[in-house]
């Protein structure tokens, strides 16, 4: 079988379903901006399929599309996934949430992240400016609640980063929120100026409104703005 080699076109669907590591064919041609008819796409996507750089999968009357690892070293960013179904739920919900909050002014650019040769592995990053000073903010969607000692022990990793500066925990239970700032609580500074809580109860994989989300940080409660913009 001649081996599929993709150009132009077929490397920037690639890159866009890396970028957002689960996307559903719609919202891949929204990506787009209309630059690509949507029949074309599909056309586009199921060779890609065929050829073994995508797979697709239909939940809930959505096809969704992720890169195999074949498709991930053709692709610019390392996000095939590996992860069981189960799995989904979470991803979509971080998916949002990365699409929501690039919308912010002092966001610039930003993906889901997968890098096993990095200590910690957030759900995604973003590189963000404030004050004309770059940094780069992890993104950590929880939805389940992490043990106390596993927490702790993730966020001494990012205090040690040195690919990450800041990092922020977006949760959709008050519970959990109010849980996590106690854990904050107990760890020193460093972690402390480094992590930022944000709860927004209305969460869901369509939903984020992290302009009135509640936030916390080094001890205090404070507006998205306050604390990004």
């Known amino acids: 079988m001649q081996e599929y080699i993709a150009l132009g076109t077929d490397v920037d669907i690639l890159n866009e379903i890396g970028k957002w590591k689960v996307i559903p064919l719609k919202g891949l041609h929204m990506s787009f901006n209309q630059r690509i008819l949507y029949d074309g796409l599909s056309k586009r996507v199921r060779a890609l399929e065929r050829a073994g750089l995508v797979k697709g999968f239909t939940q809930k009357k959505t096809k969704y599309l992720v890169l195999t690892p074949d498709g991930s070293k053709v692709s610019k960013y390392n996000n095939y996934y590996d992860e069981s179904e189960d799995f989904?739920?979470?991803?979509?919900?971080?998916?949002?949430?990365?699409?929501?909050?690039?919308?912010?002014?002092?966001?610039?650019?930003?993906?889901?992240?997968?890098?096993?040769?990095?200590?910690?592995?957030?759900?995604?990053?973003?590189?963000?400016?404030?004050?004309g000073r770059k940094y780069t903010l992890a993104?950590?969607?929880?939805?389940?609640?992490?043990?106390?000692?596993r927490l702790m022990g993730k966020l001494s990793k990012y205090a040690k980063s040195q690919f990450?500066?800041?990092?922020?925990?977006?949760?959709?239970?008050?519970?959990?929120?109010?849980?996590?700032?106690?854990?904050?609580?107990?760890?020193?500074?460093?972690?402390?100026?480094?992590?930022?809580?944000?709860?927004?109860?209305?969460?869901?994989?369509?939903?984020?409104?992290?302009?009135?989300?509640?936030?916390?940080?080094?001890?205090?409660?404070?507006?998205?703005?306050?604390?990004?913009?």
């Open 88 to 131: 989904l739920n979470h991803d979509l919900h971080a998916t949002n949430v990365l699409r929501q909050l690039l919308l912010f002014e002092n966001f610039k650019e930003g993906h889901m992240f997968k890098d096993d040769k990095e200590e910690v592995d957030p759900d995604a990053v973003i590189y963000a400016v404030r004050g």
């Open 139 to 149: 993104i950590e969607v929880e939805l389940t609640q992490k043990s106390r000692a």
């Open 164 to 229: 990450i500066n800041h990092v922020l925990y977006v949760f959709n239970k008050e519970a959990m929120f109010e849980s996590y700032k106690k854990v904050l609580g107990m760890m020193d500074d460093t972690v402390q100026r480094q992590v930022i809580l944000c709860c927004d109860p209305g969460l869901s994989i369509e939903h984020f409104n992290y302009i009135e989300s509640q936030c916390w940080h080094r001890g205090t409660s404070k507006t998205f703005e306050q604390i990004f913009k």
